[in-house]
């Protein structure tokens, strides 16, 4: 039998725990609520049949430059690109099923999906090419690829797919938004990029999606392996941040590597038509 004084000593902790863990829920919704009415979509949000996905574009001019956010990321980790290249071409960012402002759907996250997704979505969006795509697989029209720390399998820790994994549910009980675990690796980005991203970060929809696509990781990097490239297809890797996989480029120098090389891709496309 187990002592009075400690059970009442379990249970007492157990108390503390839950109110804890209710506080934490509480305030986890309450500023979620806020950031909602705080942070709206920039851009614009286009029904591709099964969900609505979030794109923003801006700039003017010919090629198109598609930027593919990088892993738990979304449309605004290009804070710094963006920008820069809507100076001298059309750019357009996007949100991922399930990430971002994007609307998740019904079905189970698919890497071999998205190609076809971001496909359907330039499209009905009214954005031609021909593309410049940064970071990711691509269509028939596309002239040039930037790789940015180009992925391999088995390149994500072991430590961050454990966090990644239990994001979803440290972030309902309000503990990644009081830590600021996630939230502080967007420290740097312009704040109109690094608002909204943090606030992502601290949310459940976005990570839990975020997480599932962790979890396929060596099966995207797979598929986007076994892409056929076209014979005269630009590819140029820029290698800005090393081998981690949850990273942003927040450090303007190292956003302007990335800028100059999509920039030259840019211009060596337009000479070529």
Not at 41 to 48: E, F, N
Not at 190 to 219: C, Q, V
Request: aromatic residues 6%.
């Amino acid at each position: 039998m187990i002592p009075v004084p400690l059970r009442r000593a379990v249970l007492r902790i157990a108390a503390i725990v839950l109110f804890v863990t209710l506080a934490g829920a509480t305030y986890q919704g309450a500023a979620t609520a806020i950031e909602r009415r705080q942070f709206p979509h920039p851009g614009r949000m286009i029904d591709i049949g099964d969900r609505q996905l979030h794109i923003y574009c801006t700039g003017n001019g010919s090629p198109t430059v598609v930027l593919e956010a990088p892993a738990a990321g979304m449309s605004s980790a290009w804070g710094w690109v963006q920008p820069a290249i809507a100076e001298t071409t059309r750019v357009c960012s996007y949100d991922r099923a399930g990430l971002g402002w994007s609307e998740a759907g019904d079905r189970p996250y698919d890497p071999s999906a998205v190609p076809d997704q971001l496909h359907i979505l330039l499209s009905r969006a009214g954005e031609r090419g021909p593309y410049v795509l940064v970071a990711g697989r691509f269509p028939a029209d596309v002239r040039a690829l930037i790789l940015v720390d180009p992925a391999a399998t088995g390149s994500a820790s072991a430590a961050t797919m454990r966090l990644v994994s239990a994001s979803p549910w440290l972030a309902r009980a309000g503990v990644l938004r009081v830590t600021r675990l996630l939230s502080h690796t967007v420290v740097g980005l312009p704040e109109s990029s690094a608002g909204p991203m943090k606030s992502f970060l601290n949310r459940p929809d976005h990570l839990t999606r975020a997480a599932n696509e962790m979890a396929r990781w060596n099966d995207t990097v797979n598929l986007a392996d076994m892409a056929p490239l076209s014979p005269g297809l630009r590819v140029v890797a820029v290698s800005v941040n090393g081998t981690d996989r949850v990273t942003f480029l927040t450090d303007s120098s190292r956003a302007a590597e990335v800028t100059a090389a999509i920039t030259t891709a840019v211009g060596q496309v337009a000479s070529a038509r």
